[in-house]
């Protein structure tokens, strides 16, 4: 093993060193050879990895037009051969293994709306697993393969004409606040016949057919700009659960008019945890608070398990005994730094250990015999993985600030996780679960810039007038020569980030 880590230590450096060396300028279109890895999922064994790469390709029959095209791969963790492609066809992403490891649940969209697929993986095409028509995404296996969570993104008008999904016709109890209603008529059908000049629900009427036509826009909602354009409407993210083998009709286990995220199995398969926002008193654009919350796996017995006014709680992550839940939380009142926490999943607000821990952190994920917690952060800019040991609640940071990991998995005593660096976009790594013999599996991007001529950052830092230590880098262009002027292009941010 020592002979291996020598090895590929050697060539790293080499690779590194060449890189920098290089003697062929990064020209403009080299931008368009960037591939970038994510969404990594790893067997349960630990043995092979599914991963997404994507690349930047032409749109056909545009030219100078480009697209994003994302497929998945999969590797052996070994690294004793090379990333194969598993996908070709449209774009397809969030690759998540079988408990068994004999498929590969993924996403691909068709007609515009993203559904779920199977992909056998001793042979055979991939076969659609859903039909639902609002799409589907975000799969997850139960722990004995029969189902699979997914979420659906619902916008509010089809959730009060859609009697399958709302039977009862249920408006929602919080005030939706468009002026001139007093208790949510306004989302009630208006069987009036449209007319501008007629009585005042039928000119509602008329205007409800104006903005349905997309004639008119309107807005009567606080969050309706986004970054590039504004919507006028308002949907929410809801959890259904599907039978992997008579997959006629999802059910849905969340409560409708409010959002939900982050859910997965327990352990034991019977219930869902997620996080979600449910306050029946206030509008949702108004509501700050978060909480985690379970339900069972047919929807009933639907339950908070932690929330509190002026708090956010997220991130809800299950150990593999079904005993702790790991979480996040913080304050809605001020800028904070969410503390990591964890619970008796039979305990309540006065159970809870906090971590010290003053950095954002993402992506919790327990090891198989609960000992860590697994995540990542975003520090002096870097974005490592780190874990915490549960026994002593210490933090350790496995890698180094020069790099960051955009995604990870943990599996078999085998981390593997993408990493971007300034040498490299975007590669696949397996290490050990110590963060140790770190090994490249992948080659994406690493041939066509050993021939390129980089630049390297310079870190250096300053005191402010507040007595901090203020971190900041200095990229010199490639053929930098001194005493020559160059101008200076400036990168300013409000936080943590990586390079």
């Not at 309540?348 to 952190?361: A, E, G, L, M």
Request: charged share 25%; aromatic share 10%; hydrophobic share 35%.
């Amino acid at each position: 093993m020592k002979k291996v880590i020598l090895a590929f230590a050697i060539v790293f450096i080499a690779l590194y060193s060449f890189g920098q060396n290089g003697t062929e300028p990064v020209l403009v279109t080299d931008m368009l050879k960037i591939k970038t890895v994510g969404n990594v999922s790893v067997s349960e064994d630990g043995s092979r990895a599914a991963f997404t790469v994507t690349s930047i390709v032409p749109e056909n029959d545009k030219k100078w037009e480009y697209k994003y095209e994302t497929q998945i791969w999969m590797a052996t963790t070994d690294g004793q051969s090379a990333p194969r492609q598993l996908t070709a066809k449209e774009n397809s992403s969030q690759p998540v293994w079988s408990p068994d490891g004999t498929q590969l649940a993924f996403v691909r969209a068709v007609d515009g709306k993203s559904q779920i697929f199977l992909l056998p993986l001793d042979g055979g095409e991939a076969m659609q697993l859903t039909h639902f028509k609002y799409g589907a995404s975000g799969p997850k296996w139960s722990p004995d393969g029969k189902q699979i969570l997914f979420s659906s993104n619902i916008k509010l008008e089809d959730m009060l004409r859609d009697s399958t999904l709302n039977p009862r016709k249920e408006l929602p109890q919080w005030p939706y606040e468009k002026p001139g209603f007093a208790h949510n008529e306004n989302l009630e059908p208006n069987k009036t016949k449209p007319d501008p000049d007629g009585s005042i629900e039928a000119i509602r009427a008329y205007l409800d057919k104006n903005a349905e036509d997309k004639k008119a826009m309107v807005l009567d909602k606080l969050n309706f700009q986004s970054e590039m354009d504004v919507d006028p409407g308002m949907s929410f993210n809801q959890y259904f659960i599907i039978d992997v083998n008579a997959p006629l009709k999802p059910v849905l286990i969340t409560k409708l008019f409010y959002s939900f995220g982050q859910a997965s199995f327990t352990p034991d398969g019977k219930q869902i945890v997620m996080s979600g926002s449910v306050n029946p008193h206030e509008h949702p654009d108004r509501v700050l608070e978060s909480g985690i919350y379970a339900v069972r796996t047919d929807g009933s017995d639907f339950r908070q398990l932690l929330g509190e006014k002026g708090k956010r709680y997220s991130g809800p992550a299950v150990s593999p005994s079904g005993k702790w839940l790991a979480f996040q939380f913080g304050n809605t009142s001020f800028v904070s730094v969410p503390t990591l926490a964890i619970m008796p999943m039979s305990g309540s607000v006065k159970d809870i250990i906090t971590i010290p821990f003053d950095r954002n952190k993402g992506n919790l994920l327990w090891s198989k015999d609960e000992k860590y917690i697994y995540f990542t952060t975003q520090s002096n800019g870097g974005a490592p993985v780190c874990r915490v040991d549960m026994k002593t609640r210490k933090v350790e940071v496995l890698g180094d600030y020069n790099s960051g990991v955009g995604s990870f998995g943990i599996a078999g005593n085998r981390l593997v996780y993408s990493k971007t660096e300034v040498a490299n976009p975007s590669e696949l790594y397996v290490a050990d679960a110590a963060g140790k013999s770190s090994l490249r599996l992948s080659t994406f991007n690493t041939e066509w810039l050993a021939k390129k001529k980089l630049s390297f950052p310079d870190k250096s830092t300053f005191t402010n007038n507040k007595g901090q230590t203020v971190e900041y880098w200095v990229m010199k262009p490639a053929n930098f020569e001194a005493g020559r002027k160059y101008p200076v292009l400036l990168e300013i941010h409000g936080g943590p980030s990586a390079m």
